[in-house]
């Protein structure tokens, strides 16, 4: 497979809540966990086979300088989807970042990185 990133990603096990918008009655999921994580998106399991093009909304607890908590949501598009015999490895592209969801990302990279 051909390696399309333009950011590197870091291993993570946090825990998230999402909700598709391809629906209006659409609730908040939650029991999903981010595995990798990168300026440009993120990996996580789902329950749920979500199909690609899907655009997500996440909502998560990082943290950043100091040992801070914050809560950031993020939007994204599903560009992949692997099968498990319990949950699937979803792949997202994050879209239309703000100036300051991108340094709380960095800032939780950061926080993150080996």
Same mark, same amino acid.
């Given at each position: ?20 918008? @391809? ?59 692997? @099968?498990?015999?319990?949950?699937? @490895? ?5 879209? @239309? ?18």
């Amino acid at each position: 497979m051909i390696e399309k990133r333009k950011q590197p990603r870091y291993n993570v096990n946090v825990s998230i809540k999402y909700k598709r918008l @391809d629906n209006p009655i659409s609730l908040w999921q939650s029991g999903s966990e981010i595995k990798n994580i990168s300026l440009g998106g993120l990996l996580f399991s789902a329950y749920e086979k979500i199909p690609v093009g899907t655009q997500v909304i996440f909502k998560m607890q990082i943290f950043v300088k100091n040992a801070d908590v914050k809560i950031i949501e993020l939007s994204a598009n599903i560009v992949g989807v692997e @099968d498990g015999m319990v949950s699937h @490895d979803t792949r997202v592209a994050f879209t @239309d970042l703000s100036s300051s969801q991108k340094s709380l990302l960095k800032q939780f990279i950061s926080y993150v990185e080996p």
